[in-house]
C-alpha cells in the first residue's frame, strides 16, 4: 500500500525526515544540477526578509545579521528528531558561534510558555523567536521540522536543511557559508536514491504496458522514500530531502502524462486523479490537490492514499473538519489500529471539535490499553499507551481544560516511566509531560509557583554517585520570586540534596526564579548504603512566602 509520502514524513508520531545534509566525512561540493525545485527560496539566493520577537522580547531581523554567517534553526518541542537534534545544536553552538557565526531558534507552532520551558529545561544559550503569526513560515515554506538554513553574510542561502544536524554536519555547512559557497549532498544513500528516481521506466505502449509502468513509478517513489526515512548523517547516509522530492515530482509527472493518454476505466480515473492529486500536493497547490483527491475518491470511496491526502492537504487550508473526515474513514478501515485514531484526535481538536476528540482520546487508549493487556512485556505497546495521554493532554491545553490536561501529563509520566531507559521515548515523552505542566504554571497573567519531579533524564553532575536516584525537579512562576525549597519524609539515614548551578544543598536550598520563570534542579535521593534497593517516596515543599507547592518522589 502506497501512502501519501509528506503525511508519513510529518506525523507528529513520526517525524523522521532527511535532507539537504551531508556526511561527517564528505567535503565540501558545490551545488549540483538536477530536477527543477519545487517550492520555497532556493539555495544560492537571497534569503527572504523577517521580523521576529524573541523570547526575551527583542526583535530580530535577518538584517540583525548582516555581516555574519546564520544558523537558523526551526523547530518544535513536539517533533521527536528536534528534540534528538538538541544536544548536537548545543555542542555545535558551544564549538562554532562568535563574532562571525549566530544561531537563531525559531518555533513556528507553539506558543511561548512551552518552549520557554523547554529552552529553560534544555539551557539552551542562543536567542528563540515565536513566528506568532506564520509570516516566517510562509516566507521560508517550512514544510517539515527540524528545517536549517544557513544564510552568508551577505543574506544569500547556502543550505537548507531538512533533517538533524550533527555538529560536523554544521561545521560543514558554516564553512562552506562563509566562503559563499552552496551546499549540498552526494553520500551513497543519496546516490541510490538519484538512480532510482532517474532510471529508465517504460511510459509507453498499450493501456496495459503504461499501468505496468505507472506501478514501477509508485514502487521507485516508495522505495526512495524508505531510503529518505532510513538515512541518519550521523552514520553517512544523509539524504537530500528537497532533491529527492523533486525527482519524485518529475518522475510522477511522466506518469501521469502517459496514464492521461490510456485512462479508460474508472479505476484509472481514479488513479489518474489521486497521482495529479499528489503532484499538486508536492506542489503545495492545495487547492487543487484537495479537489483531485475528491475526484480519485468519488471513482473509490476506500482509496486510502487519496484519504490521506485529503487529511494532509486540508490542513493548510484550514479546513480542518474535512480532515477529521478523511481521518475517520481511515479509522474504519483499519480499526483495530491506534495511530488513525490519534491522527484524528489531532485534527478533531484543530477543528475545535473538543468532545469528539475527547471521545476518540478515550477510544484511542481503551484500544492500546487492551493490546498491551493481550502482551504486557511488549514495550511498543506500553509506549502506544504513553503517546494516547500525550495526545490527550495537548487536547485538553488545546481545549483550554487545565486540570485534565494535567491528569493526562501525570499519565504521562507514569507510562513513560515504565519503558526501559534506553528506549528513545522514555527521556522524551517524561521531559514533555513536565514541560507540558510548567507551561501550564507560567501561561496566563498571574504565574503560579509550581514544583514538580519527574526521573532524572539529562547528563549527570561530575562526581554523581552510581546508586543515587535523581530526578528532574522544575520550579516554575514568576520571574525574580524566591523560592525557598526542603524536603519531608526523608528516612533515617538517606540524605536528599538540591544540585544547582553546579553546587549541592542537602535537604533545603532557596533559589531565584531566573528571567525565563523556570529554575532546572537535579534532584538526588542518597541511600545510606550500596545494598538499599527500595527508593522511599519523599516530598519536596516549595515556599515563595504567599503560596506553598509540593511535589511527591
Known amino acids: 500500500m502506497r501512502r501519501v509520502v509528506f503525511s508519513s514524513i510529518l506525523s507528529a508520531a513520526a517525524l523522521a525526515v532527511a535532507a539537504t545534509v551531508a556526511s561527517a566525512a564528505e567535503p565540501q561540493k558545490p551545488a549540483q544540477a538536477g530536477p527543477e525545485a519545487l517550492t520555497g527560496p532556493q539555495v544560492g539566493q537571497p534569503a527572504p526578509p523577517f521580523s521576529l520577537r524573541t523570547l526575551d522580547g527583542r526583535t530580530v531581523t535577518l538584517d540583525s545579521f548582516r555581516g555574519k554567517t546564520l544558523v537558523l534553526n526551526v523547530w518544535a518541542t513536539w517533533c521527536p528528531p528536534c528534540r534528538q537534534e538538541t544536544p548536537d545544536l548545543l555542542r555545535a553552538y558551544a564549538s562554532l558561534h562568535g563574532p562571525s557565526v549566530a544561531f537563531l531558534g ?3 507552532t507553539e506558543k511561548a510558555p512551552i518552549v520557554r520551558a523547554f529552552v529553560a529545561a534544555k539551557q539552551v544559550p542562543y536567542p528563540q523567536a515565536i513566528d506568532s503569526n506564520n509570516s516566517f513560515s510562509k516566507a521560508y515554506d ?18 537548507r536543511n531538512i533533517d538533524v544536524a550533527t555538529p560536523d554536519t554544521l561545521r560543514s555547512f558554516i564553512t562552506a557559508a562563509a566562503s559563499g559557497q552552496n551546499f549540498s549532498v552526494s553520500s551513497p544513500q543519496q546516490q541510490k536514491i538519484d538512480a532510482l528516481l532517474t532510471q529508465p521506466i517504460a511510459l509507453d505502449g498499450d493501456r496495459a504496458a503504461v499501468l505496468a509502468g505507472v506501478k514501477q513509478v509508485n514502487d521507485a517513489i516508495d522505495k526512495a522514500e524508505q531510503l529518505v526515512n532510513d538515512g541518519d548523517p550521523a552514520k553517512g547516509t544523509a539524504t537530500d530531502f528537497l532533491r529527492t522530492k523533486a525527482e519524485e515530482a518529475a518522475l510522477r509527472d511522466r506518469a501521469i502524462a502517459a496514464l492521461a493518454k490510456v485512462a479508460s476505466t474508472d479505476e484509472d ?3 489518474l486523479a489521486r497521482l495529479r492529486g499528489d503532484s499538486a500536493r508536492d506542489r503545495e497547490q492545495w487547492s487543487d490537490a484537495l479537489a483531485l483527491y475528491d475526484q480519485a475518491l468519488a471513482m473509490n470511496p476506500k482509496d486510502e492514499d487519496a484519504l490521506s491526502g485529503v487529511s494532509f ?20 478501515l483499519h480499526p483495530d489500529v491506534v495511530d488513525p485514531l490519534l491522527d484524528l484526535v489531532v485534527d478533531q481538536a484543530a477543528a475545535r471539535q473538543f468532545a469528539q476528540a475527547e471521545a476518540t482520546a478515550t477510544k484511542a487508549n481503551a484500544l492500546a490499553m487492551s493490546q498491551l493487556a493481550a502482551k504486557p512485556n511488549d514495550v511498543a505497546k506500553t509506549r502506544k499507551v504513553a503517546s494516547t495521554h500525550l495526545v490527550a493532554g495537548r487536547v485538553y491545553v488545546k481545549a483550554g481544560d487545565a486540570a485534565k490536561a494535567r491528569a493526562e501529563f501525570d499519565q504521562l509520566i507514569a507510562w ?16 514533555e509531560a513536565q514541560e507540558a505542566k510548567v507551561a501550564l504554571d507560567l501561561s496566563g497573567p498571574q504565574a503560579a509557583t509550581r514544583v514538580s519531579l519527574t526521573p532524572w533524564t539529562g547528563a549527570d553532575l561530575p562526581g554523581s554517585i552510581p546508586n543515587t536516584v ?5 520550579v516554575a512562576g514568576r520571574p525574580g520570586r524566591s523560592i525557598d525549597l526542603h ?3 526523608v528516612p533515617k539515614g538517606w540524605v536528599a540534596s538540591f544540585c544547582t548551578d553546579r553546587v549541592c544543598s542537602p535537604f533545603k ?6 528571567s525565563s520563570g523556570v529554575k532546572v534542579i537535579e534532584f538526588q535521593l542518597v541511600p545510606p548504603d550500596t545494598k538499599t534497593a527500595a527508593t522511599p517516596k519523599v516530598r519536596v515543599i516549595g515556599t515563595d512566602g504567599a503560596q506553598k507547592t509540593i511535589a511527591t518522589t
Open 487 to 489: 524536603t519531608a519524609d
Open 106 to 108: 525559531v518555533d513556528d
Open 416 to 431: 513513560a516511566s515504565k519503558l526501559p531507559k534506553s528506549d528513545d521515548r522514555y527521556a522524551m515523552y517524561l521531559e
Open 313 to 332: 492537504v486540508a490542513a493548510p487550508l484550514k479546513q480542518y473538519a474535512r480532515a477529521a473526515d478523511a481521518d475517520a474513514r481511515i479509522v474504519a
Open 142 to 159: 517550512i514544510r517539515a521540522f527540524p528545517t536549517t538554513f544557513v544564510i552568508d553574510p551577505q543574506g544569500i542561502i547556502r543550505v
Open 470 to 474: 535523581k530526578y528532574r525537579l522544575v
Open 269 to 271: 480515473k481514479g488513479l
Open 509 to 514: 536550598v532557596s533559589v531565584a526564579l531566573p
